[in-house]
Nanobody
Framework: EVQLVESGGGLVQAGGSLRLSCAAS????????IAWFRQFPGKAREGVSG????????YYASSVKGRFTISSDNAKNTVYLQMNSLKPEDTAVYFC???????????????????????WGQGTQVAVSS
């Protein structure tokens, strides 16, 4: 059974940092590609960042480039999203999901859609106060 479990969300002041974790199981992690999405109230999920766990390629949406860093620990089957210089507009529920490697690059073009994700985690809330 595929499982993705996010953690690390919380409340932080503007300018602060959080690190989200996505612990994965039930599939071959080393061959996978995982993306982080976020969802604002009443909106569709939008891609934030993605990583290929086979070759380490990373991709970022324009809204977070230079502030967020994605990484993975293949020994722990876990993907991380380090979020620095947080802004109130980063407030959202953050989800990780498995994506086809062919779609991963779309994150960098702000073009990845929810239907590219096969499996989702349950989400973790991030709130940034001004």
């Amino acid at each position: 059974e595929v499982q993705l479990v996010e953690s690390g969300g919380g409340l932080v002041q503007a300018g602060g940092s959080l690190r989200l974790s996505c612990a994965a199981s039930g599939f071959t992690f080393d061959d996978s590609a995982i993306a982080w999405f976020r969802q604002f109230p009443g909106k569709a999920r939008e891609g934030v960042s993605g990583i290929s766990n086979s070759d380490g390629s990373t991709y970022y949406a324009s809204s977070v480039k230079g502030r967020f860093t994605i990484s993975s620990d293949n020994a722990k089957n876990t993907v991380y999203l380090q979020m620095n210089s947080l802004k109130p507009e980063d407030t959202a529920v953050y989800f990780c999901g498995t994506v086809a490697r062919a779609d991963l690059r779309l994150v960098g073009y702000d073009a990845i859609k929810e239907h590219s994700v096969e499996y989702w985690g349950q989400g973790t809330q991030v709130a940034v106060s001004s």
